[in-house]
Nanobody, 129 residues
Framework: QVQLVESGGGLVQPGDALRLSCVVS??????????IGWFRQAPGKAREFVAV????????YYADSVKGRFTISRDDAKHTVYLQMNMLKPEDTAVYYC????????????????????WGQGTQVTVSS
């Protein structure tokens, strides 16, 4: 059974930074084949894409709203994917989720939200002064 566990959320002020972690409990071979995405959901809003990294870490995509501020990376030895969030804004406030796509290959059009195979439970990020 594949499990994803997010951590690193919290309450910060505008302009601060946070690093989220997503630990994936799965075999080495499986983890090294997964694409991992980060999504977020603010109260009353739909879940939205934030960033994704492909199976090898060679390709990443970001939502326009976070481009230049957020960085996604993976540490295969630790089965962990990180989301470094800098220059946080109040509009970044949301529950952040990581998700795994077993196909592993990413393009600007895939994987869509409904194509991810496994999801974590989320971690709350609140940006407020």
């Amino acid at each position: 059974q594949v499990q994803l566990v997010e951590s690193g959320g919290g309450l910060v002020q505008p302009g601060d930074a946070l690093r989220l972690s997503c630990v994936v409990s799965v075999s080495d071979r499986a983890f090294n084949s997964y694409a991992i995405g980060w999504f977020r959901q603010a109260p009353g809003k739909a879940r939205e894409f934030v960033a994704v990294v492909n199976w090898s870490g060679s390709t990443t995509y970001y939502a326009d709203s976070v481009k230049g501020r957020f960085t996604i990376s993976r540490d295969d030895a630790k089965h962990t994917v990180y989301l470094q969030m800098n220059m946080l804004k109040p509009e970044d406030t949301a529950v952040y989720y990581c998700a795994a796509d077993s196909y592993g290959v990413i393009t600007p059009n895939r994987p869509r939200l409904d194509e991810y195979d496994y999801w974590g439970q989320g971690t709350q990020v609140t940006v407020s002064s």
